[in-house]
């Protein structure tokens, strides 16, 4: 019953003791180290709840910020060899931030926000024997060593927009057997820089902003008498050629055909080419574009529109008259009958002042001349004759007249 007691009290300490792997975590064992790794979790602080036993700890692609003084000491991670808080947003490593991690010996804080490290930062760090700073941007750089550190062996500084190297860069690091400075800005070396880095095996400098001026050759030429593994730069012809592409395509800069284009072509034919080339006016865009079949369906379609119009018009006008527009055109009729009627009239009332024996009462014979009965006789002839056409109209005949008649 005790030893029962016993292994009970036993077990609720070791489950009061045993720590769980954090949920934004994945707990495992790498090559005999306990591996905890917590990837993209929007972790902003160091730590998450990983047991202190954590041997290789990684927190990639994480906003953490900032790493304060003593955080991973008072987090109790003092058995951490390797640490991985690469793709993070860290721009300020606190002096003592990595005390207490005497055993590390792999660090990576490459594509962080970090413009200055303090030359001392990793005095507490004493195994470190790879650092990656690539992706950074330690734009300026003093003229101070940038780290001070006898067990580091591999460096990388690549992409961290570094514009010029100073002489005395590199002066505390005697142990640095591989540097790799690659795709930063700088355009000159001085082969001080170099000359500190006794143990350097191997050298990463491919960029395309080196000059490459003869002093710059003669550092490339010392630097293989060294015998260090190192890629030149300048020496090769198409190298040359590839870095002039390359500059082009990172800064844009305007293309000089002739180092581009083969410019030794037949004469003819480059100003062929320039000519069409050449915009053209719209007239001649017009010219171009329009062919013979083209300009016989147009003068088709033309004719053909003018007909269409010139039926419509047509067809137009006769139906309206049929129908209603025509009454304007009776009114004008009637307007010009009634218009020849008075004119008739007139022309009676007229013809009544020349003969005034016409409307004469039948007391005329008197007034009538003796012996110009003839005379008479004519005249009333003659008014007989303006009648005739409009008898219906006419008053009747005078009675003098139908007095000479009987
Ligand atoms: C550091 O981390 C970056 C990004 O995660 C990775 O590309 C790089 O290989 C790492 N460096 C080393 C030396 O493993
Ligand atoms: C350039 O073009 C000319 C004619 O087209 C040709 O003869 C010559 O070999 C070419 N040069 C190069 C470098 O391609
Ligand atoms: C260019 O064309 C002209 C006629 O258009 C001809 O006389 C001349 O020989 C040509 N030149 C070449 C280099 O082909």
Redesign the pocket.
Known sequence: MALRFFIFIAFCISFVLSEFCPKQCDCDMSNGLNRAICVDQNIIDINVGVSKAVQVYSL?HNVISELDNFCFKESGYTALKLL?I??NLIFWIGLHAFSGLEKLIYL?L??NRLRYIPSDLFWDTPQLE?L?L?SNVFESLKNEPFIMHTKLQIL?LNNCRIRSLPERLFTRLPNLKKLDISENYVVILSENVLKPLNKLERLEMWSAYWQCSPDFIAIETWIKSKGINYQNQCTKGPKRSEKIISTVSLEKAPVDLSTVWNTTVNKNETTKVTESKRPLTPLEKFDREFSAIQALVMGLEMGLAIGIVGTYVWLRRFFSCARFSCRANVRRRTRRLQRSDAEMRANLLWSTIINPDVETPPTAPNRRPPGGVSNTTDGARHADAIRVPNRSETPPPPYNECCINI
């Open positions: 990639k991985d690469s793709y990576n490459s594509n790879h990656d690539s990388n």
